[in-house]
T-cell receptor, first 117, second 109 residues
Framework: NAGVTQTPKFQVLKTGQSMTLQCAQD?????MYWYRQDPGMGLRLIYY???????DKGEVPNGYNVSRLNKREFSLRLESAAPSQTSVYFC????????????????FGDGTRLSIL | RKEVEQDPGPFNVPEGATVAFNCTYS??????FFWYRQDCRKEPKLLMS???SGNEDGRFTAQLNRASQYISLLIRDSKLSDSATYLC??????????FGTGTKLQVIP
């Protein structure tokens, strides 16, 4: 039972470098999300995809782009990494949009720890 | 005022104790609520949803007070394995979900 799989688990980048964080889920979920978690800040939504073919900005989208490649995969790209993007990144999925009124929970991957020097 | 507020703790309690956490939210129109558990350097995992009438799952009880705009989590007979950070999550609708910063619980032998 893989659930939500994120790669890589750890990454160190230099300022200005680009990289893509990969996320895949095998639960046939429609909705997928990217969060960042910083000390004292809680989880903050970067982008989400309510269904295949759609993506929308969350609370902190600046400096990021996303691609919903297919129903299973949702990638997050940093085009020009900055030290402020040092964080732990979590991908999540849910069966229906988490933003509906039904109590549908999100399932999280185990995170990518990204350091930008 | 933060949209979702939690006491960061840490709450240090002995094994077997009962402990309760509150989480307040600012948007009275918030629609659904959850408690997640997060272990150190791990991903958040759903602990339980919070229903209007309150709900219980084993040693865990969640309650919602819409009038005062808070949700609570009660843990009875605390176990060492309950040591974690507990995240309050509020779905405000209109595609907005807010996570609290978490309350850290340490259960002591």
């Amino acid at each position: 039972n893989a659930g939500v799989t994120q790669t890589p688990k750890f990454q160190v980048l230099k300022t200005g470098q680009s990289m893509t964080l990969q996320c895949a889920q095998d639960m046939n979920h429609n909705s997928m999300y990217w969060y960042r978690q910083d000390p004292g800040m809680g989880l903050r939504l970067i982008y989400y995809s309510a269904s295949e073919g759609t993506t929308d900005k969350g609370e902190v989208p600046n400096g990021y782009n996303v691609s919903r490649l297919n129903k299973r995969e949702f990638s997050l790209r940093l085009e020009s990494a900055a030290p402020s993007q040092t964080s732990v990144y979590f991908c999540a999925s849910s069966g229906i949009p988490f933003f509906g009124t039904e109590n549908q929970p999100q399932h999280f991957g185990d995170g990518t720890r990204l350091s930008i020097l | 005022r933060k949209e979702v507020e939690q006491d960061p703790g840490p709450f240090n309690v002995p094994e077997g104790a009962t402990v309760a956490f509150n989480c307040t939210y600012s948007n009275s129109a918030s629609q659904s609520f959850f408690w997640y558990r997060q272990d150190c350097r791990k991903e958040p995992k759903l602990l339980m949803s919070v229903y209007s009438s309150g709900n219980e799952d084993g040693r865990f009880t969640a309650q919602l007070n819409r009038a005062s705009q808070y949700i609570s989590l009660l843990i009875r007979d605390s176990k060492l394995s309950d040591s974690a950070t507990y995240l309050c999550v509020v779905n405000e609708g209109y595609q907005k979900v807010t996570f609290g910063t978490g309350t850290k619980l340490q259960v002591i032998p």
